[in-house]
């Protein structure tokens, strides 16, 4: 009884503090640890988050919780590029490539280290373009799914969906975490990518939107 009223309430934490974000939009490095030398685009505005040279992880204030009028955590800028720097510039993706998203684990893992309880109810990926407008409404954006990265069951230790993090248990609350989807057969043009991630069933999704040049 003590063990299960334990499990419990580690979910129950994990719960109330769960968050993370997009913090690689094209990551081309090995899937163990993150090499930000390796990462090829960056979410919209993240440049104006970063702290202590962008330590993979680091707690910046990027994770944001969506709603319908406002689903990403600020709007395409205009022109497109007021969103991104030199040291944090936006991706470009080609039709059919295999793209590689990164985020931080944020002990959201279900694992030897924690418990088998740990949740992750969705994870997709949604697309918005081709010249999508600035500030348009989360139904918007699920209107076209790029790829349902979902895959965990609940109870078990499968590092799947959200928690695909094989290093999970070296640094809980840093570990790289990745998923890999296709770009669809979209025409050329410019593109908004969304990353909507639900911890609980129930809750407001997390999300992190980037900008892309589809060739």
């Given at each position: ?8 309430l580690?979910?129950?934490v994990?719960?109330v ?16 640890n993150?090499?930000n ?9 993240f ?5 202590n ?26 022109p ?13 993706y ?14 959201h ?12 109810a ?7 373009g081709?010249?999508?407008p600035?500030n348009?409404?989360?139904?918007a ?21 959200f ?39 129930g ?13």
């Amino acid at each position: 009884m003590k063990t299960a009223v334990l499990l419990l309430l580690l979910a129950c934490v994990g719960s109330v503090f769960s968050h993370s974000w997009i913090a690689c939009s094209n990551y081309q490095g090995n899937t163990g640890n993150y090499d930000n030398s390796q990462c090829k685009g960056y979410a919209r505005n993240f440049f104006n988050y970063v702290q202590n040279g962008n330590t993979f992880g680091l707690d910046n204030g990027y994770n944001y919780q969506a709603t319908e009028a406002k689903p990403c955590i600020a709007p395409l800028a205009s022109p497109v590029s007021a969103g991104y720097s030199t040291a944090y510039p936006p991706a470009t993706y080609k039709a059919g490539q295999k793209v590689t998203l990164a985020w931080p684990s944020k002990n959201h893992v279900a694992a030897s280290c924690t418990n088998q309880w740990i949740p992750d109810a969705e994870l997709d990926i949604f697309v918005l373009g081709p010249n999508p407008p600035a500030n348009p409404t989360l139904s918007a954006f699920k209107k076209t799914l790029v790829a349902n990265l979902s895959g965990h069951v609940n109870g078990q230790m499968d590092f799947k969906g959200f928690q695909n993090c094989p290093n999970f248990c070296q640094n809980m609350d840093k570990a790289l975490c990745t998923g890999t989807f296709t770009v669809p057969n979209l025409a050329p043009g410019q593109y908004t990518f969304m990353w909507y991630w639900i911890f609980n069933p129930g809750s407001d999704p997390y999300t992190s939107c980037w900008d892309v040049t589809v060739s």
